[in-house]
């Protein structure tokens, strides 16, 4: 098999992803609004948000359900948030997006834990598939799948006996002055 | 070699073996597969999936349903909270780890066989379960084509600043350094158990039930006599089919969080009333520093080495270059800010802090799920603002033009300078942002009831033939990566368990 036939996105060892977990319109609405409000607004497809989102969803169902209840839970109470720390009256999903990040910036810097804490959840499940995207790692310049094959075929070669020599070596920087 | 997955498996169907094994991690898989080289009759049960080497890849968004727990949403309370992350597939933690194989130090070794009052686990006799081990695993150093720039400018900076830099040895039979430990090893270098022991188990007679979720120990006339599970749905994650495994001995090696969780659901280790205590974690506090130029740091091992300077105050600083995902769920920016930083991900060196637990936590039962508690001491906390200062001032003196900080409350140092707000603005202790993937403790080995969750072979006191080999044996913690230390404790294991007649 070729390098490049083994690093596939969704490799083909008969394994089943998870369907995504089951919320209301209600839910959902908040869960693009927390979404829309926490990546950044470029580089993005017409379906960023709900790629993410549907990820997340997947993602709550590998967590005990009483997990996944108290993360939508979570995420339902910072919808709120305007309100509970008495800057506003609407919801997020009813502020516009520089408005909400703007809040749910202000959240990740609270001095009050629990604060913090509700953000993680919803930070890590949309930033960790937002910055997985193909069109993202572009933005990024990162493109491992080279690479990585590059080195599947350097250890395919050093197994059959070639050693790596120097030219094998990974070098980005000038040699430093002792 | 037989692998059975969801499909496989039956309504009502009994699998009878002489030691069923729930686990196939660091403890699992070497506990089974040196009884079934034995010539036991072995059975894993594994909740995770089968995934062999070429089914790895670099994507994070793929990696983290298939091959972590609860898709590495698990999260350990307390003042601060601290996300965790443990392997769930064939071969466990170790599929996901850096491969990292220190022993314990030598006093940390003499304290265990102080404490338990037994020689055997000194460092002189536990030498030959750590050579057996290293052979088995090829714990080796890196090769020179497989070290990386982050690992060069780390041992760079350790050695303009006088300190001491070692080189890792690591699980690993010709690395050639693709950084994709974490997402699964795509080269097969990186022996994890599923490369190495599982193998040796399997090609031994041994069989391995995967996505089964181990439930509760099944106990007749108070002895355990296996255990029963339940098949995991792949598509719905509905456990939906029952699965009993009938034993003549059963080994519990689910890690230092999910095998109190089972043993708490059977109210044992009451004598001592240890089970569940004695948590530590090993935290670490994440350091990344931008440079000028790209450094490429997600080519070459990851980890080529630790700066072990501070490992008598139980510190230690090392460089673990991670994928954009985790970096961007781990940064405390939102939006264009977010993407900003990102876009100097090529010129990022990821580094670390850890720092050896100087006390414990607990792990107990909540909900259904385990809920693990743990709170740093004040004097973790000072240990961590000093590896912290450590480390971003070896940052600056390599030429990084920023550091971002793990406080909440203190995001970026711009300059060596800024280093001297750490102490002034983190007094609390729940400002600071911790990791942790070394869970340790919470079934302690010990030779009495009185003080300890199990005996030196690793049997429960109050349940005979039900036996724990994994990380949660740990008497006290061992300040270094813990892999090693599980797997010869494992070996020990599996020299000592005995069956009845």
């Known amino acids: ?178 | 070699m037989t692998i059975l997955s969801h499909r496989d498996y039956r309504a009502g169907e009994l699998y009878d073996a002489e030691v069923v094994v729930v686990g196939t991690g660091a403890g699992g898989a070497v506990v089974g597969a040196e009884l079934a080289e034995a010539g036991r009759d072995v059975l894993f049960l594994e909740e995770g999936g089968y995934h062999p080497t070429s089914s790895f890849n670099p994507y994070l968004a793929e990696s983290l349903p298939r091959l972590y727990r609860d898709a590495g949403g698990t999260i350990i309370m307390g003042r601060p909270p601290i996300p965790y992350a443990e392997g769930r597939c064939v071969g466990g933690g170790t599929v996901v780890n850096g491969g990292m194989t220190w022993r314990p130090p030598e006093e940390v070794l003499t304290e265990w066989a102080t404490m338990t009052g037994q020689p055997d686990l000194g460092a002189k006799a536990m030498e030959p379960l750590f050579d057996r081990v290293e052979e088995r695993i090829h714990a080796k150093p890196q090769h020179p084509s497989s070290v990386g720039e982050d690992s060069r400018l780390l041992e760079e900076g350790a050695r303009r600043l006088g300190w001491r830099y070692e080189h890792n040895h690591r699980a690993q039979d010709r690395c050639v350094g693709s950084n994709q430990c974490l997402t699964g090893c795509p080269t097969g270098a990186k022996q994890s158990t599923l490369l190495s022991y599982m193998p040796r188990a399997l090609s031994n007679g041994a069989r391995c039930l995967t996505e089964v979720r181990a439930h509760r120990l099944w106990i007749e006339r108070g002895r355990c006599v296996g255990v029963f599970g339940k098949g995991v749905n792949p598509r719905t994650r509905e456990e939906d089919i029952d699965v009993r495994v009938r034993a003549k001995a059963v080994v519990v090696s689910c890690g230092a969080v999910q095998t109190p969780f089972l043993l708490l659901g059977h109210r044992l280790g009451r004598p001592s009333g240890q089970l569940g205590k004695n948590f530590l974690c090993h935290p670490n506090a994440k350091v990344l520093a931008t440079y000028p130029s790209d450094l490429y740091a997600w080519q070459g091992v990851s980890q080529g080495g630790q700066i072990r300077e501070f490992r008598d105050e139980g510190i230690l600083l090392a460089e673990n270059a991670v994928p954009p995902g985790t970096v961007g769920a781990q940064m405390p920016f939102l939006g264009e800010e977010a993407l900003d930083l990102m876009k100097r991900y090529n010129a990022m060196a990821m580094t670390g802090v850890l720092v050896e637990d100087s006390h414990a936590g607990r792990v107990t039962r909540s909900f259904g799920a385990p809920m693990a508690k743990y709170t740093i001491t004040r004097y973790d906390h000072d240990r961590f603002l000093r590896g912290v200062r450590h480390l971003a001032a070896l940052h600056f003196e390599m030429g990084a033009d920023k550091v971002i900080l793990p406080f909440s409350n203190f995001h970026a140092a711009n300059s060596v300078d800024d280093l001297a707000q750490i102490e002034r603005s983190q007094r609390s202790r729940s400002t600071i942002e911790l990791f942790t993937v070394h869970m340790m403790g919470t079934c302690r080995m010990g030779s009495t009831p009185r003080e300890s969750v199990v005996d030196l072979s690793g049997a429960l006191w109050d349940l005979p033939g039900c036996y724990v080999a994994d990380a949660s044996l740990f008497p006290t913690a061992v300040g270094v990566n813990p892999q090693l230390t599980i797997m010869a404790l494992a070996t020990l294991v599996a020299q000592r368990l005995r069956l009845p007649n």
């Open chain 1, 1 to 178: 098999m070729l390098p490049s036939e083994v690093l596939q996105r969704h490799p083909d060892d008969g394994w089943t992803l998870a369907a995504p977990m089951n919320v209301g319109a209600r839910t959902r609405r908040v869960l693009l609004r927390l979404a829309d409000a926490i990546l950044p607004p470029r580089p993005r497809t017409e379906t960023t948000l709900e790629d993410v989102t549907e990820h997340a969803l997947v993602c709550l169902r590998y967590m005990p359900s009483s997990t996944g209840l108290l993360f939508l839970l979570g995420m339902h109470l910072l919808n709120w948030s305007p309100l509970w720390r008495l800057r506003g009256l609407r919801p997020l999903t009813a502020l516009p997006t520089d408005a909400a990040r703007r809040h749910l910036a202000s959240l990740t810097r609270s001095r009050w834990l629990p604060v913090r804490l509700l953000m993680m959840g919803p930070l890590g499940l949309f930033m960790s598939s937002y910055f997985d995207q193909d069109y993202v790692h572009r933005e990024l310049d990162y493109d491992p799948g080279p690479f990585v094959a590059e080195r599947i075929e350097l250890r395919r070669r050093w197994v059959e006996g070639q050693e790596p020599g120097t030219e094998d070596e990974i070098h980005h920087l000038p040699v430093r002055a002792p």
